[in-house]
């Protein structure tokens, strides 16, 4: 079997974890990127989960400013269908 090499920029911590995790699962980082690679071919989607993610400083203090300017009613309004969004918006002018 003829193989192709492709080689990505990760951070090394990243790589560190992920080839721990492959090996954890009896696999090699190769194999799980061969066997996603195969996945996208397929399905033509790619799909990531955030629920072990810890939002940085940043989006904190943006999500704060969202929240605060939502309850001050500096925001558009919430729409529950494409009906209500337009007529909104006709009654801006726009």
């Known amino acids: 079997m003829q193989t ?14 992920a080839q721990k995790v492959a090996k954890e699962l009896g696999l090699s980082l190769s194999s799980l990127m061969n066997g996603w690679l195969r996945q996208l071919i397929k399905t033509k989607t790619v799909t990531f989960t955030a ?9 904190k203090r943006t999500l704060a400013k969202a929240r605060k300017n939502r309850k001050e009613g500096k925001s558009s309004p919430i729409f529950h269908s494409g ?7 006709e009654e801006q002018g726009i």
């Open 4 to 17: 192709a090499a492709i080689y990505i920029r990760t951070d090394p911590e990243i790589k560190t974890k």
């Open 51 to 59: 629920r072990d993610e810890i939002p940085n400083e940043y989006f």
């Open 83 to 89: 009906e209500e969004a337009v007529k909104w918006l």
